[in-house]
């Protein structure tokens, strides 16, 4: 969905370094997530936000941080990358009060991160 | 664990139907079914979603079972574009992690000439 950009799209970098991800959005939803995909696997949650004070742990968030710098901006932080972190990094963003109100998440195009 | 369970590959003719079926037996008054697919690697992308009664948009068309123990999902001219993997997810509206996706293995969906 063009209207949620992941930046960079790829991203190759060794093991120790520090890597930020990058997500906007211009749906104006308060809500935002970041999964990653593990090849032949679903995605899984490694945190998500409500708005720009509440941030949640996911099922995977060890080795993670977060900022939510806005409620357009959510940046997924890996402090000290490792290689088991290789991997596709979606965010996605949802609007519980949204005409569906279902809280539909819409997804970005997704970064591939290599961690050597 | 994704509360549902899809095979895990189909295969289907051009122009054909496309059914996708999904087991949800555990089901929960208040979830809906979704369905997402992801085209290679690519975002997953939203498709359709329902409660109870069935729904059709401009993509496809949801059946649910009036037990709501099962559902299908049905892409009525599949083309080679609709080459994808298909997510069946069960979950609340609304309510912290309770609403948040649980992606299983999805059905691998192979569309041929």
């Known amino acids: 969905d063009a209207d949620v950009t992941q930046t960079p799209r790829n991203r190759i970098t060794k093991t120790g370094k520090r890597i930020m991800l990058e997500c906007s959005q211009t749906?104006?939803?308060?809500?935002m997530y970041w999964y990653r995909q593990d090849p032949g696997l679903g995605l899984r949650l490694i945190y998500y936000?409500?708005?720009?004070?509440?941030?949640n742990k996911g099922e995977i968030s060890d080795g993670y941080s977060v900022s939510r710098q806005a409620q357009a901006k959510f940046s997924l932080s890996l402090e000290s990358a490792i290689p088991n972190q290789t991997a596709l990094y979606f965010c996605?963003?949802?609007?519980?009060?949204?005409?569906?109100?279902?809280?539909?998440?819409?997804f970005g195009p997704g970064t591939r991160l290599t961690v050597l | 664990d994704a509360k549902t369970t899809q095979p895990p590959s189909m295969d289907c003719a051009e122009g054909r139907a496309a059914n996708l079926p999904c087991n949800h037996s555990?089901?929960?008054?208040?979830?809906?079914v979704y369905w997402y697919r992801q085209i290679h690697s690519q975002g997953p992308q939203y498709i359709i979603h329902?409660?109870?009664n069935n729904e059709t948009n401009e993509m496809a068309s949801l059946i649910i079972t009036e037990d709501r123990k099962s559902s299908t999902l049905i892409l009525p001219h599949a083309t080679l574009r609709d080459t994808a993997v298909y997510y069946c997810?069960?979950?609340?509206?609304?309510?912290?992690?309770?609403?948040?996706?649980?992606f299983g293995k999805g059905t691998k969906l192979s569309v041929k000439p």
């Open positions: 555990t089901i929960s008054g208040n979830e809906y």
């Open positions: 996605a963003t949802s609007d519980p009060n949204g005409p569906s109100a279902t809280n539909t998440q819409y």
């Open positions: 329902g409660l109870k």
């Open positions: 749906k104006g939803h308060d809500r």
């Open positions: 936000s409500f708005d720009v004070k509440d941030i």
């Open positions: 997810i069960v979950r609340v509206a609304y309510g912290g992690s309770q609403g948040n996706l649980i």
